[in-house]
């Protein structure tokens, strides 16, 4: 599958080949919430060894985005807007700590990399390529923790960006992208001249933009009594 194909001519850990398969997966709507799965079937469709599976499958359970349920298997927990505004909720005074953080404490290479990832954010987002700008939010979102300096906060808002990566993703459009890819370009671009007041008020825009992005969903599926009535735009 792509995603392997493109983890492995980019020399990534197997562990790490695996996870962003299996989040691929889930974020195109191909493990839809429910599914019963086991290792050994993943194993399989990512043409991996089961180590590697073993360990994604753990951390995708740690990120609540999979549930190990013993002598059964494996059953991908359901996407629901209650669950994404209570990761958002806990995602805004993170967000604005980790700006906060990485304003004061990114050394020189890092904020340069900050403009440049600014940069190559907007124009994926203008392309309208999901699956691309997938990869480029969690590079920036990798970049800016470990500016921050924190170990904690790193491990901590790695799973609050997994849960909300999952909901945004599989509802976001092409004008989705433009927008986010706008704010978060902003953030990039005020932590890295280390303007913090700056730097917290675009944090706090973007976990706004994201709570109204999760409420106008609800409206969506109220409106068509479907909960696929957003195409994802990555799957283009």
């Not at 850990?13 to 989040?23: C, H, I, Q, S, V």
């Not at 753990?58 to 629901?80: C, F, H, T, W, Y």
């Not at 790695?158 to 990566?165: D, E, F, Q, T």
Request: aromatic letters at 4%.
């Amino acid at each position: 599958m792509n995603a392997v194909k493109t983890a492995k001519a980019a020399g990534k850990p197997l562990k790490n080949m695996a996870y962003d398969a299996l989040e691929d997966l889930l974020i195109r709507g191909k493990l839809p919430g429910g599914t019963m799965l086991s290792e050994a079937e993943l194993a399989e469709q990512l043409g991996l060894g089961r180590t590697p599976v073993r360990e994604a499958v753990q951390r995708l359970a740690q990120e609540g985005l999979i549930n190990i349920l013993p002598r059964k298997g494996l059953m991908v927990v359901d996407m629901s807007v209650t669950r994404q505004l209570q990761a958002l909720e806990v995602r805004r005074p993170l967000e604005r700590l980790l700006a906060s953080c990485a304003s004061h404490r990114a050394n020189p290479e890092q904020r340069a990399r900050m403009l440049d990832y600014a940069r190559t954010t907007e124009e994926t987002g203008a392309a309208g390529d999901g699956s691309q700008f997938l990869a480029i939010i969690k590079r920036n979102h990798a970049l800016l923790e470990e500016a921050s300096g924190n170990e904690l906060i790193q491990s901590v808002m790695a799973l609050v960006h997994a849960r909300s990566r999952r909901f945004w993703f599989s509802h976001a459009q092409a004008l989705d992208l433009k927008t986010a890819s706008k704010l978060h370009s902003a953030l990039l671009r005020s932590v890295s001249v280390g303007d913090e007041a700056e730097s917290l008020a675009n944090a706090d825009r973007l976990v706004n933009y994201l709570e109204d992005f999760c409420r106008s969903t609800i409206a969506v599926y109220q409106h068509s009594g479907t909960a696929s009535a957003r195409p994802s735009s990555s799957n283009t």
